[in-house]
């Protein structure tokens, strides 16, 4: 007969597993508000057990290391702001206008409303090497999204799938400078300002991407 490996027993009448994800919860949360106050080279595992009130044998039972709990703290951020985009978009009517509007007003609500996120886009992702190379990650997905969404809203405007992935990218990747560069305090421009504008860049970049093509060709 073989034996079955022993079955953790509850504890205070919470399952070994319920436990450890409570665990879990609360050392994302300290590195959350660590990483988001004092930024990366102070989300060390000390301070981080220490913020979650564990022993750090607690904190290797759920990351391997440091690295490893930085890079879930900011998966998981990018998760709950790509479920935001996704939402506003769902939301917002089928035309290109609106959408946009609703996607860029929700990105700035969503970074606003915590302030440790755009701490951590200011300050943890430029002077992180491991982050600097997540954030590469992050561009492609968002620049995903945003052709999903052009197909899908100009959708009877025949756009090459390499043209829009182009635009996606440029775009991503020179708007995430651009809000850096505005929540870090450098841009003399109000929020409402700022929104208006990058609703107009977006919507004037798509615009280009059939005449860009053609003269391409």
């Given at each position: 007969?073989?034996?079955?490996?022993p079955?953790?027993?509850?504890?205070?009448?919470?399952?070994?597993?319920q436990?450890?994800?409570?665990?879990?919860?609360?050392?994302?949360?300290?590195?959350?508000?660590?990483?988001?106050t004092?930024g990366?080279?102070?989300?060390?595992v000390?301070?981080?057990?220490?913020?979650?009130?564990?022993n750090?044998?607690?904190?290797y039972?759920?990351?391997?290391?440091?690295?490893a709990?930085?890079?879930?703290?900011?998966?998981?951020?990018?998760?709950?702001?790509t479920?935001?985009?996704?939402?506003?978009?769902?939301?917002?009517?089928r035309?290109?206008?609106?959408?946009?509007?609703?996607v860029?007003?929700?990105?700035?609500?969503?970074?606003?409303?915590?302030?440790r996120r755009a701490h951590?886009?200011?300050?943890?992702?430029?002077?992180?090497p491991?982050?600097?190379?997540?954030?590469?990650?992050?561009?492609?997905?968002?620049?995903?999204?945003?052709?999903?969404?052009?197909?899908?809203?100009?959708?009877?405007?025949?756009l090459?799938d390499?043209d829009?992935e182009l635009?996606?990218?440029?775009?991503?990747?020179?708007l995430?400078?651009?809000?850096?560069?505005?929540?870090?305090?450098?841009?003399?421009v109000d929020r409402?300002?700022?929104?208006?504008?990058?609703?107009?860049?977006?919507?004037?970049t798509v615009?280009?991407?059939?005449?860009?093509h053609?003269?391409?060709?």
């Amino acid at each position: 007969m073989t034996s079955q490996p022993p079955r953790a027993r509850p504890y205070g009448g919470v399952p070994a597993d319920q436990r450890r994800a409570r665990r879990r919860a609360a050392l994302l949360a300290a590195g959350l508000e660590l990483l988001g106050t004092q930024g990366w080279a102070a989300t060390t595992v000390r301070k981080v057990c220490a913020e979650a009130g564990l022993n750090d044998r607690y904190f290797y039972e759920s990351f391997p290391d440091r690295d490893a709990l930085l890079l879930a703290i900011v998966d998981e951020q990018v998760a709950l702001g790509t479920d935001v985009i996704l939402s506003a978009a769902r939301r917002a009517p089928r035309h290109p206008q609106a959408r946009t509007r609703a996607v860029v007003t929700a990105v700035f609500g969503f970074l606003t409303t915590d302030p440790r996120r755009a701490h951590i886009l200011t300050h943890a992702f430029p002077s992180s090497p491991l982050l600097q190379r997540r954030r590469i990650e992050i561009i492609r997905t968002m620049a995903a999204i945003f052709a999903a969404q052009t197909h899908e809203t100009l959708d009877q405007v025949p756009l090459p799938d390499v043209d829009v992935e182009l635009t996606g990218l440029t775009l991503t990747a020179g708007l995430w400078e651009l809000f850096t560069t505005w929540f870090r305090g450098d841009l003399d421009v109000d929020r409402d300002h700022l929104i208006d504008y990058t609703v107009a860049l977006v919507l004037s970049t798509v615009e280009l991407a059939a005449p860009l093509h053609h003269h391409l060709r």
